[in-house]
């Protein structure tokens, strides 16, 4: 069984930072793509930045230039580092990837528990 665990919210100041991480644990035999999604209140999730196994990275405008994700393999670790947030940042996070067991099983999409981001003053 894989899980995916955040970790690294809280409550941040506008223009602060905070870096979240996603440790995926269990039988893991190859992590393809990972992807940090949010969901404010009433509002559907969005998708916030994706890394690729090769680390080709993706961003929404409302986020780009500010957020930047990054994968250590080793730790089986993606991080999301997030720069000049904003109040409409804030949301829950939610950390979510492909991920195979071995290389005969067929590749499951996992989710985390999800952390929460409050951006206010």
């Known amino acids: 069984q894989v899980q995916l665990v955040e970790s690294g919210g809280g409550l941040v100041q506008p223009g602060g930072s905070l870096r979240l991480s996603c440790a995926a644990s269990g039988s893991i035999y190859s992590i393809l793509a990972t992807n940090w999604f949010r969901q404010a209140p009433g509002k559907q999730r969005e998708l916030v930045a994706g890394?690729?196994?090769?680390?080709?990275?993706t961003y929404p405008d409302s986020v780009k230039g500010r957020f930047t994700i990054s994968r250590d393999n080793a730790k089986n670790t993606v991080y999301l580092q997030m720069n000049s947030l904003k109040p409409e940042d804030t949301a829950v996070y939610y950390c979510?990837?492909?991920?195979?067991?071995?290389?005969?099983?067929?590749?499951?999409?996992?989710w985390g528990q999800g952390t929460q981001v409050t951006v206010s003053s």
């Open positions: 890394i690729t196994s090769t680390s080709i990275t």
């Open positions: 979510n990837a492909d991920i195979s067991g071995s290389y005969r099983t067929p590749i499951i999409n996992y």
